[in-house]
């Protein structure tokens, strides 16, 4: 029982290139979400999927896609990535909306 | 929007110490969780407490939703608590979790 799992670990991209994030749950939870964590402070919110075939925005979506693959996928895109998108990003699931989250491992993303 | 503080920002102790960490809130939760991040970056759940106490080895954690403040007790402080401690809060109304700032721990041995 793995958990929660994310690839890659670690990342660095050009500004502009785009690049895929992946997640994925084997605890059959419905709702998945991401978040990024910038030096410092706590996480926020960028996208979630309340259940396989839904997605809503969150706190900072701009600059950020997301597709819910199937019930234990959810994966987010750059499209252009800035600077400003340097982060470690983590991706989280849940049984159901408000519920206990537990979080992946992350990805550390560097935009130069 | 919810305000969520944690107190204090930083604290040291020597192995064997115990502390108390806070974490204040300004509207009504639906839940709240306390998440240790380790040094390696990992956030890993502590407590899932929307009210009440609970008990888990060396921690401890009790919210009073009415009084919107939760506390993380860590007795008999090993150098492997050290890390972040996060406290997290879902509103009655949302479906995300809204983190304080954390507090940083040291425990020197």
């Known amino acids: 029982n793995a958990g929660v799992t994310q690839t890659p670990k670690f990342q660095v991209l050009k500004t502009g290139q785009s690049m895929t994030l992946q997640c994925a749950q084997d605890m059959n939870h419905n709702s998945m979400y991401w978040y990024r964590q910038d030096p410092g402070m706590g996480l926020r919110l960028i996208y979630y999927?309340?259940?396989?075939?839904?997605?809503d925005k969150g706190e900072v979506p701009n600059g950020y896609n997301v597709s819910r693959l199937n019930k234990r996928e959810f994966s987010l895109r750059l499209e252009s990535a800035a600077p400003s998108q340097t982060s470690v990003y983590f991706c989280?699931?849940?049984?159901?909306?408000?519920?206990?989250?537990?979080f992946g491992p992350g990805t550390r993303l560097t935009v130069t | 929007g919810i305000q969520v503080e944690q107190s204090p920002p930083d604290l040291i102790l020597q192995e064997g110490a115990n502390s108390t960490l806070r974490c204040n809130f300004s509207d009504s939760v639906n839940n709240l969780q306390w998440f240790h991040q380790n040094p390696w970056g990992q956030l890993i759940n502590l407590f899932y407490i929307p009210s009440g106490t609970k008990q888990n080895g060396r921690l401890s954690a009790t919210t009073v939703a009415t009084e919107r403040y939760s506390l993380l007790y860590i007795s008999s402080s090993q150098t492997t608590d050290s890390g972040v401690y996060f406290c997290?809060?879902?509103?009655?109304?949302?479906?995300?979790?809204?983190f304080g700032s954390g507090t940083r721990l040291l425990v020197r041995p």
């Open positions: 997290a809060v879902e509103l009655d109304s949302s479906y995300k979790l809204i």
């Open positions: 989280a699931s849940s049984a159901a909306l408000q519920g206990e989250q537990y």
């Open positions: 999927s309340a259940s396989e075939g839904t997605t």
